[in-house]
């Protein structure tokens, strides 16, 4: 093919990062230009890892990861999608046999600049580190957005509609005659736009566009002037620009510097859609992509997409939906005067007719085409760090496949294969590597299953890296991690804590130094409350010990220890409490209460039941404790059946006399019946408990009601909308009807017998053996069963 005829100098790109436009103009000028060299805006320690994108195996998007070596968590990223000009650009070079290389700031010197300035002042060279501003920059501009500037000259009001229309839907008609035109308007457009702002607020370019003039001197000396440059359109007029080696580098002097590494890992559409790397986030990446690949009918392209999501979801939507949605988003974009219908007449068109006006099904088309969940692929040869090699083995063996889209995860322990993937998970989080988090299962809730709710995000990259000072394995890491958490921690539940993370990881090595830190913790700490926080992990830890076949009995004398203390000082730290106070022991106090549940048999302490049943009788019956404290203990008993009901009533009773300040009642109302699971249902099937409630709340006098009332509301409002309608029914109906306020012991409320009716109860037995098919004689019963049933009704 004949090569076109070029102006003098290198061919200057200017483009917007992760912009279709500008990658298919950078493709059509590279083909029309064939340059000897392709220069492009990123780290040139990244050069030597251009080849890998060559690779069949790399899809993006992926993105340049830098870190500093001794300090991994200082990171930045360079991120690229398919329809990105820069991958654009290197792929085109590599295919072609072109020299392809970065000519941006080191990373090296990026990173210790960043660093630098999260310091605070300190440095004021390098383009102001510190603030002070570049030469040619104005002090007083803050960071403006180019295209938003363009686009307001313009008369639009959205910055993303006007590139679209000038850029992205103009070359949909066809391209230009001559390829490089549309870079030459756009950078004349920046170059009045740099003449009237200057560095634009970002000073640190000054020195970024002194390295790049540099860098492309060295390639006009090898290469001559036969040379394209890809870089963001804001840079082309400081490239453009005849400055002196020697002013170059005078703005390089002094920059600070630290060791980095870098290697590509995989990006997903999610996070193009944040400000990062180049700082050139985009909100619709799904739908950048798709103008990028439709080779033609956009419009139709994309809306059969969408019909296909939505049918996925079980909606309706046929053939007709896909023709009408594309004539109203057509004629949406003419009566808009737009050259093609964009994002927002698509959304709109997808609203009305797909979606009946819902923005419910619209959410999801938002999430999953409109902005993606595509998650690129990075192969095996790019460079990474021993621990993420680890990691992506045990991925691969455990068949755990990272993925942009969250999904739950249901293991059973009782399976080697689903135990050892809540190890890896496990120990990813002693790592601080947020993979995965335990969730809520749907199904059994017993110790022998696990659920885990999973969503992998690229910068968890950066957090295996930083990760990897503690080990070249997930194991020697976590237990290293582990160990030294142990030996820094400074509170008796930070130990307990790490003691069940442990257990669940199966560290071995680490269980043994986290120990020793729990005996000493727990025998210097007399702090009831840390006691209290304590208690409640270790005893998950035994129970877990057991489903896992851990030796846990070291644990459990430590924990047996902790009850006894607990149950010795809580009754005097229950006193003098504020009501904050208050409410954050009853917190304590339930917690000790499930523990100790959990501990009963497994721990070397008889009759720990006992001891603690007879603290929360204390509790319940001293003035001195705090109203709620003592609601929550009278809740406690009676719902393990060491209290009685007609003594629950007297203590509600006492508790609600009208001798008891307002606020101390309702205290006690919110322990009894507030914040635990069931509390509505005891009063719906108590009515001579609701009946207490009722006749004190309707003898609060007016002056203080205002007080109680958050209280109450804050009590009540947890019951789920049956349970609060029923109550409400109970009360409305009154005493006539239902129980009265004062039911006398023994007494039975109106609509239920006196005591249990042995007969009555025995006559559904044959029916439900009938309905079960246990046995055949329940049909010659259930006949006679049938007619006690009929007569009672």
């Known amino acids: 093919m004949t090569r076109a005829a070029r102006p003098v100098g290198p061919l200057l790109l200017g483009v917007r990062h992760h912009g279709p436009g500008s990658a298919r103009a950078v493709l059509a000028a590279l083909e029309a230009a064939r340059p000897q060299a392709v220069l492009i805006e990123g780290p040139p320690e990244g050069d030597a890892l251009l080849p890998l994108a060559a690779d069949e195996r790399m899809r993006p998007p992926v993105a340049l990861l830098a870190h500093a070596v001794d300090d991994p968590g200082q990171a930045a990223f360079w991120p690229m999608a398919a329809f990105s000009p820069e991958w654009v650009a290197i792929r085109w070079a590599l295919a072609h046999d072109v020299p392809v290389r970065f000519i941006d700031l080191p990373a090296a010197n990026s990173l210790a600049m960043t660093e630098a300035a999260e310091r605070g002042p300190g440095r004021d060279r390098g383009g102001g580190v510190a603030g002070e501003p570049a030469p040619g920059g104005s002090p007083g501009h803050a960071p403006i ?216 099904p619209l959410a999801l088309v938002r999430d999953r085409l409109i902005v993606g969940e595509t998650l690129g692929e990075v192969p095996d040869t790019a460079p990474a760090v021993p621990l993420q090699r680890d990691l992506t083995r045990q991925q691969r063996t455990l068949r755990l496949k990272p993925e942009a889209l969250e999904r739950e995860l249901e293991l059973d322990l009782r399976k080697d294969t689903d135990a050892a993937r809540s190890r890896l998970l496990h120990r990813l989080r002693i790592l601080a590597v947020g993979w995965g988090e335990p969730a809520t299962g749907r199904g059994s809730t017993g110790t022998f299953r696990e659920s885990w709710r999973l969503r992998w995000e690229p910068e968890l990259y950066v957090q295996v890296a930083e990760a990897g000072t503690w080990g070249t394995t997930v194991l020697s890491a976590a237990t290293a991690k582990a160990g030294s958490q142990a030996v820094s921690a400074t509170a008796l539940a930070e130990v307990t804590a790490l003691a069940e993370r442990c257990l669940l990881a199966e560290l071995p090595e680490a269980l043994p130094v986290v120990m020793r830190a729990l005996a000493d913790r727990a025998a210097l700490d007399a702090d009831v409350g840390h006691l209290a926080d304590a208690l409640p ?99 406690l008993l009676l719902d393990d059946g060491r209290l009685e009901e007609d003594d629950a009533a007297r203590l509600m009773g006492l508790a609600l006399s009208p001798g008891t300040p307002p606020a101390d009642a309702a205290a006690w109302i919110e322990g009894f019946v507030g914040g635990a699971a069931g509390g509505g249902m005891l009063l719906v099937h108590d009515e001579r408990l609701l009946g207490l409630v009722d006749a004190w709340l309707a003898g609060v006098p007016a002056d203080t009601f205002t007080d109680v009332l958050p209280l109450l509301r804050r009590t009540f409002s947890a019951y789920e909308a049956g349970v609060r309608r029923t109550l409400g029914e109970l009360v409305r109906r009154g005493p006539a009807a239902g129980a009265p306020a004062a039911t006398a012991a023994g007494t039975a409320a109106p609509g239920f017998g006196p005591g249990l009716d042995e007969a009555r109860a025995d006559a559904v037995v044959p029916v439900l053996r009938l309905l079960l098919g246990l046995d055949a004689e329940g049909a010659e019963g259930a006949e006679n069963a049938m007619e006690p049933l009929g007569a009672t009704g």
Request: glycine share 10%; net charge neutral; hydrophobic share 45%.
């Open 537 to 635: 992990a270790l005893a998950r830890t035994l129970r877990y010990g057991d489903v896992r076949s851990t030796d846990t009995a070291a644990l459990g004398e430590v924990a047996a220890g902790l009850a006894e203390r607990i149950c010795v000082g809580l009754p005097p730290a229950c006193t003098g409490l504020d009501a904050d106070g208050a409410a954050e022991l009853r917190r304590k106090v339930d917690g000790v209460h499930t523990a100790i549940g959990l501990l009963a048999g497994t721990v070397p302490a008889d009759g720990l039941r006992d001891r603690w049943a007879a603290v929360l009788h204390k509790l319940a019956a001293r003035d001195t404790v705090a109203g709620v404290i003592r609601g929550r203990s009278t809740r």
């Open 145 to 360: 957005d180019p295209i938003g500037v363009l686009a307001e000259t313009a008369g639009y009001d959205d910055p993303e509609r006007w590139w679209e229309d000038v850029v992205e839907h103009r070359t949909q008609a066809g391209e230009a005659v001559d390829p490089r035109a549309p870079f030459a308007a756009l950078a004349e457009a920046m170059t009045a736009l740099r003449d009237v702002y200057g560095d634009g607020g970002h000073p640190r370019d000054a020195v970024r566009e002194a390295y790049m003039r540099i860098q492309l001197r060295k390639a006009v000396k090898e290469f001559g002037d036969d040379i394209a440059v890809v870089c963001g359109a804001w840079h082309v007029p400081a490239l453009g620009t005849r400055t002196t080696l020697a002013a170059d580098r005078a703005l390089l002097k002094g920059l600070p510097k630290l060791k980095a590494e870098l290697t590509w890992v995989p990006w997903s559409h999610r996070r193009l859609a944040r400000h990062s790397g180049y700082g050139a986030g985009i909100d619709s990446p799904g739908w950048y992509g798709h103008l990028f690949e439709a080779a033609d009918r956009p419009i139709e392209r994309w809306m059969t997409k969408v019909a296909g999501l939505l049918r996925d979801e079980d909606r309706f939507v046929s053939s007709a939906h896909v023709i009408e949605a594309v004539r109203l988003a057509e004629t949406l974009a003419a009566m808009r005067g737009r050259p093609l219908a964009g994002l927002s007449e698509t959304t709109d068109a997808i609203r009305a007719v797909m979606c009946e006006g819902s923005d419910v």
